[in-house]
């Protein structure tokens, strides 16, 4: 790996067989290459923050097994209906103050109804007035509603395919792969930004993370944001329990994404809490250069800002805005 044109080259022709090959390279010479390609790319000192708000809590009608969402488990959660409007634009007022480039927003549902949408899109018109970019999760859509999203001026649609297609049944059983395949082509069609990533450390195989950096890496177009989640054990979920992941595998992991889809924002997501700051740094280092920011993601706990202002300080990072290289 050595030509600059190479190292800006965005491939969608990846194979199982290099993919399995990345992620099992000499450490030193993963990290390499990633830090590589990354700065072929990207300004290796900017990172990108979004902060996220769950404007609908809980009751959620799927089985995912990683979620304190679902309505199945006892999670000790309790639910909410959705925000009002003036709610969460103090929300995103407050992000944007503490340095917040995009506002997300997740609402736990299976799929939204169309009045609900309605709303929503009321919820994005109003932060994009106060000057951040707008990210939305809310389940599965039709054609009707990626529209009036795309239509409401939405800039990103998160919906995560979480781990290979193999591997799916084991933690999802309500919904299937090609379901999330088929919303994230209506989104990409619209026009809006994809944000499509998964979750590590669910007991899944080396093979099943190569299958889901795979299916994200040989999309028509990649991702523009990839989040990769470390799953955040929740008590009374399924996956409550699981074996912890090692931290060296999840830092291969977020280097091989940023080789795969060099020009794609790869966010370090959930599980931050549980990171020290030197491992945040290896997976800065491995090409990781967007995070969630501000104290809770959806309804589990996030590091502090000022524990992330100070991280930032201390690596020279700062905080930035650009979407796509
Ligand atoms: N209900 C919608 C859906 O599932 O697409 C949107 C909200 S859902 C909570 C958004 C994403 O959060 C999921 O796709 C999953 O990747 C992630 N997530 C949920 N619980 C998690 C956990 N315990 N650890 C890590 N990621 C999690
Ligand atoms: C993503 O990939 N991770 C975020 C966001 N997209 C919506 C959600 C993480 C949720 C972690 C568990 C919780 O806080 O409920
Ligand atoms: Fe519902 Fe989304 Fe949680 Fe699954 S991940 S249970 S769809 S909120």
Same mark, same amino acid.
């Given at each position: 790996?050595?030509?600059?044109s190479?190292?800006n080259?965005?491939?969608?022709?990846?194979?199982l067989?290099?993919?399995?090959?990345?992620?099992a390279?000499?450490?030193?010479d993963?990290? $390499?290459?990633?830090?590589?390609?990354?700065?072929?790319?990207f300004d290796?000192n900017?990172?990108?923050?979004? *902060?996220?708000?769950?404007?609908?809590?809980?009751?959620?009608s799927?089985?995912c097994?990683?979620c304190?969402?679902s309505a199945?488990?006892?999670?000790?959660?309790?639910p909410?209906?959705?925000m009002?409007? /003036?709610?969460?634009l103090?929300?995103?007022q407050?992000?944007?103050?503490?340095?917040? *480039?995009r506002?997300?927003?997740?609402?736990a549902?299976?799929?939204?109804k169309d009045?609900?949408?309605e709303?929503?899109?009321?919820?994005?018109?109003?932060?994009?007035?106060?000057?951040?970019?707008t990210?939305?999760?809310?389940?599965?859509?039709? /054609?009707k509603q990626?529209?009036?999203?795309?239509?409401?001026g939405?800039?990103?649609y998160?919906h995560?395919?979480d781990t290979? +297609?193999?591997?799916?049944?084991?933690i999802?059983?309500?919904?299937?792969?090609?379901d999330?395949l /088929?919303?994230? +082509?209506r989104?990409?069609d619209?026009?809006i930004?994809?944000?499509?990533?998964?979750?590590?450390g669910?007991?899944?195989?080396?093979?099943?993370?190569?299958?889901?950096?795979?299916?994200?890496?040989?999309?028509?177009?990649?991702?523009?944001?990839?989040p990769?989640n470390?799953?955040?054990?929740?008590?009374g979920?399924?996956?409550?329990?699981? /074996?912890?992941m090692?931290?060296?595998v999840f830092?291969?992991t977020?280097?091989?994404?940023?080789?795969?889809?060099?020009?794609?924002r790869?966010r370090?997501?959930?599980?931050?809490? +549980?990171m020290?700051?030197?491992?945040?740094?290896l997976?800065f $280092?491995?090409?990781?250069n967007?995070i $969630?920011?501000?104290?809770k993601?959806?309804t589990?706990?996030?590091?502090?800002?000022n524990?992330?202002?100070k991280?930032?300080?201390?690596?020279?990072?700062?905080?930035?805005?650009? *979407?796509?290289?």
């Amino acid at each position: 790996m050595s030509a600059t044109s190479e190292l800006n080259t965005v491939r969608h022709d990846w194979q199982l067989s290099e993919v399995e090959a990345l992620l099992a390279l000499p450490f030193n010479d993963l990290l $390499f290459n990633a830090q590589t390609v990354h700065r072929a790319n990207f300004d290796p000192n900017e990172i990108q923050v979004s *902060s996220l708000l769950s404007i609908k809590t809980g009751s959620c009608s799927e089985d995912c097994g990683y979620c304190p969402q679902s309505a199945r488990y006892d999670s000790d959660l309790k639910p909410e209906a959705l925000m009002p409007i /003036d709610a969460v634009l103090k929300a995103a007022q407050d992000a944007k103050d503490q340095g917040a *480039s995009r506002f997300c927003m997740g609402a736990a549902w299976r799929s939204p109804k169309d009045r609900d949408i309605e709303r929503v899109v009321e919820m994005v018109q109003g932060v994009k007035a106060l000057g951040m970019e707008t990210c939305v999760t809310l389940g599965m859509l039709t /054609d009707k509603q990626t529209q009036a999203l795309k239509d409401g001026g939405l800039d990103y649609y998160n919906h995560n395919l979480d781990t290979s +297609e193999d591997y799916y049944s084991e933690i999802i059983t309500t919904r299937t792969y090609q379901d999330r395949l /088929d919303t994230l +082509e209506r989104v990409r069609d619209a026009g809006i930004n994809v944000c499509c990533g998964g979750i590590v450390g669910m007991g899944e195989s080396e093979t099943d993370r190569a299958k889901l950096l795979l299916q994200l890496a040989t999309m028509p177009s990649h991702p523009e944001s990839v989040p990769i989640n470390m799953l955040v054990q929740v008590e009374g979920t399924p996956l409550h329990g699981a /074996d912890a992941m090692d931290p060296i595998v999840f830092v291969r992991t977020i280097a091989v994404a940023r080789i795969l889809m060099p020009k794609s924002r790869v966010r370090l997501s959930a599980g931050r809490k +549980e990171m020290s700051d030197e491992m945040q740094a290896l997976c800065f $280092f491995a090409g990781a250069n967007s995070i $969630f920011y501000g104290d809770k993601l959806l309804t589990t706990d996030n590091p502090m800002t000022n524990h992330d202002q100070k991280l930032f300080q201390r690596l020279g990072v700062y905080m930035g805005g650009s *979407s796509y290289a």
